[in-house]
């Protein structure tokens, strides 16, 4: 969804290419929504990301749900610096590089989970290849 001053929503292939327009979400969603505060346009027929920028943000998407964590919001604030936040339910703010493969991310979230710290952490930064922080 472009958010700004007038919503608009687009369904996408899982490749990337707008297929049409979708309805302004709301309530409880069983679907992602990426909320896109770039201030860019879209339109049907177009891709919503490079190819290899949405490839690894499919990726981040897919490593969520490997490890069965729900997701309350995805942002993109700014394309130029090709990020996207994650923010978990229950968890952290996961900052991604949508230039950057996450997967590598898997075993640093599993072992933050697994001691117990996890609720208490404020953010996970994977947007530097095979590094992660966290506060």
């Known amino acids: 969804c472009l958010a700004g001053e007038?919503?608009?929503?687009?369904?996408f292939y899982d490749t990337g290419f707008i297929f049409n327009e979708a309805p302004v979400p709301e309530g409880v969603l069983l679907i992602k929504i990426v909320s896109d505060y770039s201030g860019r346009e879209l339109k049907?027929?177009?891709?919503?990301l490079p190819e290899n920028e949405f490839t690894n943000l499919k990726a981040a998407f897919e490593l969520l749900d490997g490890l069965e964590?729900?997701?309350?919001?995805?942002?993109?604030?700014?394309?130029?610096i090709k990020e996207a936040v994650v923010k978990v339910s229950g968890g952290p703010e996961i900052y991604f590089s949508i230039l950057v493969d996450p997967r590598f991310g898997k075993s640093v979230v599993e072992k933050l989970r697994s001691s117990g710290e996890w609720s208490q952490i404020r953010y996970l930064d994977l947007r530097v290849q095979n590094k992660a922080f966290y506060q």
Do not use: A
């Open 69 to 80: 964590l729900s997701i309350e919001q995805v942002k993109i604030e700014n394309l130029e």
């Open 44 to 48: 049907t027929g177009e891709r919503v």
């Open 6 to 11: 007038n919503d608009k929503c687009f369904w």
